[in-house]
């Protein structure tokens, strides 16, 4: 196991002679408690949704000091906040600050290009699964992909992936049954996803599985050294992972085709409509969809002549990012595996 769900009403951590301690419940009659020695711990994040519980300061220190992540998500499926054990070398960092315009340049064409691939590739999956032609959509995707590296200016270049994604959402749209709802990915305001307004019950899946793979793009970008903050292609703003949200695009794939794969899973039950039509997804939902998205996170892939999870491609990559910024070479990309 490599996570540990608090996903209930009533729960809360504290330690306990080097042991954690948890309980889950809100009263005597259905309260669960459980105490898991530190030698005994097969987790390596805690991932806290939205509901009612505590955790103690002497549990968070406990937790960081054996480099268990600590992730909560709003009700809404939102990446409220994340605790990790930090890299204090700010070597990365300042390879991060100082980096030109030019090098933010290619780095962004890399990170759309490489994000459109993987999209393409998750076209050519549905075609072969489902038995459904798409060349025309290919085809454009093709068109406007080798418009990419032509221009030289951000902003055109984040208008052609905003193209490209209206095409790839078009073929998603037509394989996700009816039931859900699904019209196309929600609209995003100054570059972000909002997470909080999924008005059908997919877009409120995709929602939930960006912010878990978005916890694990940070954690290994502490783990490298990099700040989360300082973006690239995505506008640096206060207290926004500006930086995290550029690395997450070439990966987020994995959770689409994850869902895509699976969404008959996901019953009209395990989700709830609240008083401004905004859907959000049931305990019993979440129980369901963060093992699928851990399965596909240690699922291997073949890179560089070994088999290796996609967790593992996480950090890799970033290690290579930051080669490729000292050296300021040109061989580094996202595009593979």
């Known amino acids: 196991m490599t996570f540990l769900l608090l996903n209930e009403y009533g729960w809360g951590i504290k330690t306990r002679k080097n042991s954690l301690y948890i309980e889950e419940g809100t009263s005597k009659d259905d309260k669960t408690v459980y105490t898991i020695p530190a030698s005994k711990i097969a987790f390596n994040r805690v991932i806290i949704n939205g509901k009612s519980g505590y955790i103690t300061y002497d549990a968070v220190k406990w937790l960081i000091s054996k480099k268990i992540s600590i992730i909560f998500l709003d009700e809404y499926g939102n990446l409220f906040t994340q605790m990790h054990a930090e890299n204090k070398n700010l070597s990365s960092q300042i390879l991060q600050f100082n980096a030109s315009q030019v090098t933010k340049l290619k780095f962004a064409k890399d990170i759309i290009l490489s994000k459109t691939l993987k999209q393409f590739q998750v076209i050519e999956w549905i075609e072969r699964t489902l038995k459904k032609d798409f060349s025309q959509e290919k085809g454009k995707m093709e068109k406007y992909s080798k418009k990419i590296e032509e221009k030289t200016i951000l902003h055109q270049i984040k208008s052609i992936e905003g193209f490209l994604a209206k095409i790839y959402w078009s073929v998603v749209k037509s394989v996700i049954p009816n039931e859900f709802g699904f019209n196309g990915r929600v609209k995003r305001q100054r570059g972000f996803t909002r997470p909080d307004n999924a008005k059908d019950r997919f877009n409120c899946l995709l929602n939930y599985s960006y912010s878990v793979l978005l916890s694990e793009i940070t954690r290994n970008l502490y783990i490298v050294g990099f700040s989360p903050y300082l973006g690239f292609i995505h506008e640096t703003k206060q207290g926004i992972p500006s930086f995290a949200y550029d690395v997450i695009e070439p990966y987020r794939f994995l959770v689409e085709k994850t869902l895509i794969k699976n969404i008959k899973l996901f019953k009209e039950k395990y989700f709830i409509t609240d008083y401004e039509g905004v859907i959000r997804l049931r305990s019993k939902g979440i129980e369901i969809l963060i093992p699928l998205l851990y399965d596909t996170f240690y699922s291997k892939v073949f890179y560089k002549n070994r ?23 040109n061989n580094f990309s996202f595009s593979k595996p």
């Open 307 to 329: 088999q290796i999870t996609w967790h593992t491609v996480f950090y890799t990559k970033l290690l290579e990012l930051k080669k490729y910024l000292e050296s300021d070479g």
